[in-house]
């Protein structure tokens, strides 16, 4: 698979620099296209009565056309990027965020999107989560104050599940790309860990990429195990399948994929 088609969803509201940095980058890099989207939820506004005002409900309209209309201009004026965009795509919607970017993204190989932060408005934000699991395309999750897409060491945090081969196979571009890469599992099988995961070095030789197998226990639990090695072998993209588990589960205990979301300063490409 090669990425011939990008699609970054940027934040209404706010500065996207770094999501269009790592954007250029990888346009660059593959010879991509790049579609741009955004997407805003009007607040409703309205009283304890149940009765809308109509004066303010014009109001927050004008308020999201104004910043989708700033974030379009945003996007059309980033240098880098300028010759290979294809098209841009935004709306105001009474749906999720997420739910028009999944839907939109059955015309790109890849899904670039902002990390979430408290500081992020949910009716101009995407739910991360919920994009990973609906869009069917790799997720590409860029930390706010990413500058650059050069991904020399990745990590694939392996784990024998569906969603991690999915994306072990929808991040081959960028491990042929990387300077170094790194294999990793967690927990206390170590020697049948060992064995499962060079099997997946033996098929990454195979696209003439040679990869590092790291095993350990999770003594302090997988997540902040898969941490310590990221940052331990100076990782700056982590690969991994996302909710291998039950998703309220996996959310409620703080399982690898919330870890991903929310805790990390690195680049994640996550897929379901």
Same mark, same amino acid.
């Given at each position: 698979?090669?990425?011939?088609? *990008?699609? /970054? ?15 250029? /980058?990888?346009? &660059? $890099?593959?010879?991509?296209?790049? =579609? ?23 109001? !927050? ?5 104004? !910043? ?32 028009? /970017?999944? *839907? ?19 009716? $101009? ?7 990973? *699991? ?28 569906? &969603? ?9 571009? *960028? ?5 170094? /890469? ?15 995961? !060079?099997?997946?070095? +033996? ?10 197998? =790291? ?6 639990? +997988? ?50």
């Amino acid at each position: 698979m090669q990425y011939k088609t *990008l699609m /970054v969803h940027l934040d209404a509201g706010q500065s996207n620099d770094g999501v269009l940095a790592v954007t250029a /980058v990888l346009a &660059e $890099r593959y010879g991509a296209g790049v =579609i741009g989207i955004a997407a805003c939820e009007p607040v409703q506004i309205g009283y304890p009565e149940g009765d809308f005002s109509g004066a303010l409900a014009v109001t !927050e309209r004008q308020v999201v056309d104004d !910043e989708l209309k700033t974030v379009a201009a945003e996007f059309h004026a980033c240098p880098t990027i300028r010759g290979r965009v294809l098209d841009w795509r935004s709306i105001p919607t009474l749906e999720p965020v997420s739910h028009f /970017v999944a *839907l939109e993204a059955r015309c790109a190989d890849l899904l670039i999107t902002g990390a979430a932060t408290g500081s992020l408005n949910s009716t $101009r934000h995407a739910d991360t989560g919920e994009l990973v *699991l609906n869009a069917g395309r790799p997720v590409l999750i860029v930390p706010r104050h990413a500058t650059t897409a050069a991904f020399a060491t990745v990590m694939v945090a392996w784990s024998d599940t569906r &969603e991690c081969r999915r994306a072990i196979v929808d991040a081959l571009p *960028l491990l042929m790309d990387a300077d170094r /890469v790194v294999l990793a599992g967690v927990g206390s099988d170590l020697p049948g860990i060992r064995a499962r995961i !060079e099997d997946v070095r +033996d098929w990454l030789s195979r696209h003439s990429v040679d990869a590092d197998v =790291i095993v350990a226990h999770a003594l302090a639990g +997988d997540a902040a195990t898969l941490v310590r090695i990221a940052d331990e072998n100076a990782v700056d993209l982590v690969v991994a399948g996302a909710y291998g588990h039950h998703r309220l589960a996996e959310w409620a205990f703080g399982g690898v994929t919330r870890s991903l979301l929310m805790g990390s300063d690195r680049c994640a490409l996550l897929s379901h």
